[in-house]
């Protein structure tokens, strides 16, 4: 007998043999003798009745085909798609091409060692600009294709910087060439499997799952009976707490035991939306890392230091333009909600005229108060930038669920379920809620916000902020989401 796992168990992201593994096999138990038949129903009897576990059914028996349904299975398949290879493949074409064509194919024979030295500094930028982009492209709403030129540059931009700095000796032409080599080798690869990279998915129709399967980045199929016949899936999605009669649950233990993953409803709606479903919110499970907690405070306190130097002048000249324009102070200061619903005061550039009255959040669309600087600098988000003074202090951070006035506060706590718990992390400048969705003043816009601001607490982690730094640099540039 098999047991089919519940949603705690499922964990999206990892590889049908993980889930495989946490399937619990008890075809090996012995089958109880006739003679013990009678005593067993007894003890069953006396004993007190227990809630299981897990739901228990017995796998089918003609569940060979099953196989045959899962993408990607076959083992030339497998060596294509897995990530390993394909950085090793890469790290050989990206070094050796550039290699063979300034030395000739003799070269490990007649390089010398600054030839050496920029091979593997190419290898390295390399390896990081692909690490960077596998694991950026597992987060949500994420094109790989689009980081590739970007965070090539960078890479290859900061091994050059760095061996010019060290005064090391180097070849430029075979730096470029391996960075040439790797932005057409990312480029063809990225399209020519861009369409096996769509995801497909099974849905069990019960519950939840219909409800929550409608996004139009996935291949969606319905199943009407518990079989895959016609289909080649990535998974099985299904609500796994919506008490599913025995034969959906015996078709969900022979997919997990024939290493088709299967998940949660809701886990899949928030890995492909960047939102935490708030109807099935488990707070406990949302604790944010604290060992990257201290981590990201050190980042934050470096970063604020390196990006001063260049925002100090622009900053100057914000100030300079805000009192030519309009009488007043040039810092606008407001007390607002941060870590544990500490209050602290948040600094910003003035963008209103200081004889204007309002609510407490900026009108959509034209807002009378708003001057004309104040409509630059919002635009660009330019009158964020006195908030790295908060952050140097600790109250805020660089990436984090952006604060919230007093008022506002205490009004979204009483009409948005669960909102203060988005202080359980510092507040920051920019955050995923903002790149994502943008401005929010009403309770329905604040309870989507909210749910981005979960999903930012529940996968607090590094390459969740390089994300969100590589989108905010997107904002600043188009002025998504400003009032």
């Given amino acids: 007998m098999s047991k089919v796992l519940t949603d705690s168990e499922l964990k999206w992201g990892k590889s049908s043999r993980s889930v495989a593994d946490r399937v619990v096999s008890l075809a090996g138990q012995p089958e109880p003798s006739a003679g013990t038949e009678a005593t067993s129903a007894e003890s069953e009897r006396a004993a007190p009745a227990q809630v299981p576990r897990f739901r228990e059914v017995m796998p089918s028996n003609e569940t060979r085909e099953l196989e045959r349904h899962r993408r990607h299975a076959r083992f030339h398949q497998r060596l294509l798609h897995s990530s390993r290879i394909q950085q090793l493949l890469g790290l050989l074409v990206t070094v050796g091409v ?5 030395m000739r194919w003799g070269f490990w024979h007649q390089a010398s060692q600054a030839q050496w030295l920029t091979l593997v500094a190419a290898a390295m930028a390399y390896l990081v600009a692909a690490v960077a982009v596998q694991n950026l492209a597992r987060l949500p709403r994420t094109q790989a294709s689009l980081l590739v030129m970007p965070l090539l540059t960078v890479s290859y931009g900061t091994s050059w910087l760095l061996l010019r700095l060290l005064g090391i000796e180097f070849f430029g032409t075979l730096l470029l060439g391996s960075y040439l080599t ?3 080798l990312f480029t063809i690869g990225y399209l020519v499997s861009s369409p096996y990279r769509r995801l497909r ?3 069990v129709p019960h519950g939840k799952a219909a409800e929550l399967c409608q996004d139009p980045r996935v291949d969606w199929h319905f199943l009407e009976t518990p079989g895959l016949e016609g289909i080649q899936v990535d998974g099985v999605v299904a609500d796994l707490r919506a008490g599913l009669s025995e034969p959906w649950q015996r078709f969900l233990a022979d997919c997990t035991l024939h290493r088709i993953p299967v998940h949660h409803a809701t886990s899949v709606f928030e890995q492909i939306t960047g939102r935490v479903y708030l109807h099935d919110n488990r707070l406990g499970s949302m604790q944010p ?12 306190v470096l970063g604020t230091l390196l990006i001063m130097p260049v925002a100090l002048p622009l900053m100057v000249a914000t100030a300079l333009a805000i009192r030519l324009e309009s ?5 606008f200061t407001q007390p607002r909600m ?11 550039f003035r963008s209103m005229y200081v004889d ?3 609510g407490g959040f900026t009108r959509d669309g034209h807002d009378p108060r708003i001057t004309r600087v104040g409509r630059v600098i919002r635009k660009y988000r330019i009158d964020e930038l006195p908030q790295l003074l908060n952050v140097l202090k600790g109250d805020m951070s660089l990436i984090g669920p952006r604060p919230e006035s007093m008022d506002l506060s205490l009004w979204y706590r009483d009409d948005v379920p669960f909102f203060h718990y988005r202080h359980v992390v510092r507040p920051g400048i920019s955050g995923w809620a903002q790149v994502e969705q943008g401005y929010a003043a009403e309770v329905d816009e604040m309870c989507r916000k909210l749910e981005y601001d979960f999903y930012y607490i529940k996968h607090f982690s590094f390459w969740l902020d390089v994300l969100i730094v590589i989108r905010t640099i997107r904002t600043v540039l188009t002025g998504f989401g400003s009032r």
């Fill in 356 to 358: 204007q009255q309002g």
């Fill in 289 to 300: 890392d604290e060992h990257y907690e201290v981590i990201k405070r050190c980042l934050d």
């Fill in 98 to 102: 550039p290699a063979v064509f300034s």
């Fill in 327 to 331: 009488p007043g102070a040039v810092l």
């Fill in 201 to 203: 998915f099974a849905v």
């Fill in 338 to 348: 941060g870590l544990h619903c500490r209050p602290f005061t948040v600094y910003k």
């Fill in 182 to 184: 790797a932005m057409v």
